[in-house]
């Protein structure tokens, strides 16, 4: 069993809201007995309240000690043996056990595959929560403009066959023709990345625990939820467009992946975002850019073996994926201009603790290390690699112009120091992860009917 809470089991602001007692109006001349109750009360709140921030520091010191980027050895657990073996992960987040909690070895069937990270809850200071406030009117006008109108927005019917007309089978009949021609270790990656668009619940959920820019209600009006519910309706049609994509290839196996949604959706994320927006915002930055550069590779790909549909498809999707990235890395930007030590501590921050995969957690059932196995393939093929991840984070710091940040404070010039010198080291590891990924053996995938997929002579894509 995986204890997914903290270590003590109890969030501190659980905690002090289970003891918030109800306030009532003394009677008239009568003793405010409440008062000396509420003041204890208060005093118990504030200590667990501090424990709780000093619990939450010690564990963000000790996460810096973790490497920054995860080409180790990821843990797997199979009845309660920690077993290790060298993988190229391009994402897993999970490092050294210093910073996972984790109790018992029975795997359960709603909890993730794997450990998770110790929970760190609220980290951003409460007051700050009013720089999202004063933003509301500039979301209105520089991000909530980068959403396009449902009018204006292709639908995935518009790049699949009619099945309501009369020529379907012609269409469907070209669709399976152009989808023989693609190897298996592309399919794989496209189901992977069809999965990760399909666990789209947990990213909306992800968005709304942000402080100060959640949708408070499922109707919020403020530009921050409009942003959030919006976003989430242009990426459904990511999801729904492969996943239709991949029933009609005939190619895969539908009913192991439906599976691997379902655990998917069921494990969550661990995104390690703290419920806070300066991080949230650098991780969905990051991983828009990630999207974009996945999909854009199997579009050219496809369009490499001929499938100029197939190619047409990933290129649309990659396409809003680009117009995301942009939302996302103005609002950071934003960030940078109106608070440039918090920004830069929280990039410093997220990048010490490595950027997860959304799909991190993937499980069908079988495969204790499937996200691994995926990422080998996508790092082999050229889906994407560890010189993405290094690309990224160089595309970020150019974007954000954090090597031209003044007045910083001493905090803050060491973590400005830390990102801009972090490129080459990542760099560094990536001719290692990339030979490891080469030397990787076949994995079956249940995704392709066990077929071995990946390692040395397999199918190039
Ligand atoms: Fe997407
Ligand atoms: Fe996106």
Redo the contacts with the bound molecule.
């Keep these: 069993m995986w204890l997914l809470l903290n270590s003590a089991g109890l969030s501190p602001l659980s905690a002090s809201r289970s003891l918030a007692p109800l306030w009532k109006e003394p009677p008239k001349g009568q003793k405010d007995n409440n008062f000396f109750f509420l003041k204890k009360q208060e005093t118990r709140e504030k200590k667990i309240k501090l424990w709780g921030d000093w619990r939450a520091m010690a564990l963000r010191l000790a996460f810096r000690v973790e490497p920054f980027l995860c080409f180790y050895p990821p843990k797997s657990r199979r009845n309660g043996h920690v077993s290790r073996s060298p993988t190229v992960s391009m994402a897993s987040t999970i490092g050294s056990s210093s910073s996972t909690a984790k109790v018992g070895s029975q795997k359960k069937s709603f909890s993730p595959p794997k450990e998770v990270h110790v929970q760190v809850t609220h980290s951003m200071p409460p007051q700050k929560i009013e720089i999202f406030q004063s933003l509301e009117d500039w979301a209105e006008n520089n991000i909530l403009v980068h959403l396009k109108p449902v009018e204006k927005c292709w639908q995935p019917q518009d790049f699949l066959p009619d099945m309501s007309s009369e020529g379907y089978e012609v269409q469907l009949n070209e669709l399976r023709e152009r989808a023989k021609e693609l190897p298996d270790d592309y399919f794989v990656c496209l189901v992977g990345d069809m999965i990760t668009?399909e666990a789209l619940p947990t990213y909306q959920t992800m968005l709304n625990t942000l402080d100060g820019v959640r949708d408070e209600t499922g109707a919020s009006p403020t530009s921050w939820a409009i942003w959030t519910r919006a976003w989430t309706a242009e990426?459904n049609r990511?999801g729904d467009l492969l996943n239709r994509y991949l029933y009609l290839s005939g190619r895969v196996d539908m009913r192991q992946i439906e599976k691997t949604i379902q655990y998917l959706i069921g494990s969550g994320m661990d995104p390690r975002t703290e419920n806070n927006p300066y991080l949230g915002f650098i991780y969905t930055s990051f991983q828009e850019r990630a999207?974009f550069i996945s999909h854009g590779n199997t579009a050219r790909h496809a369009k490499e073996k001929g499938d100029l549909k197939l190619a047409q498809i990933c290129g649309i999707?990659a396409s809003?994926?680009k117009r995301h990235e942009t939302a996302y890395t103005k609002i950071v930007e934003k960030l940078f201009e109106i608070d440039p030590d918090g920004t830069v501590l929280a990039f410093a921050d997220m990048m010490r603790k490595k950027i997860s995969m959304p799909a991190h957690l993937m499980y069908d059932g079988r495969d204790d290390n499937l996200f691994e196995h995926f990422s080998s393939v996508a790092q082999r093929l050229g889906v994407y690699t560890a010189r993405d991840y290094a690309d990224i984070l160089e595309f970020l710091v150019d974007r954000w112009k954090v090597g031209e940040l003044t007045g910083l404070s001493g905090e803050g010039k060491k973590a400005q120091d830390y990102v801009c010198t972090l490129v080459p080291r990542i760099r560094r590891l990536e001719e290692r992860a990339a030979g490891r990924a080469k030397l990787k053996p076949k994995v079956p995938f249940s995704w392709v009917f066990d077929r071995e997929v990946g390692g040395e002579g397999s199918r190039e894509g």
């Design positions: 668009e990426e990511h999207t999707i809003d994926e």
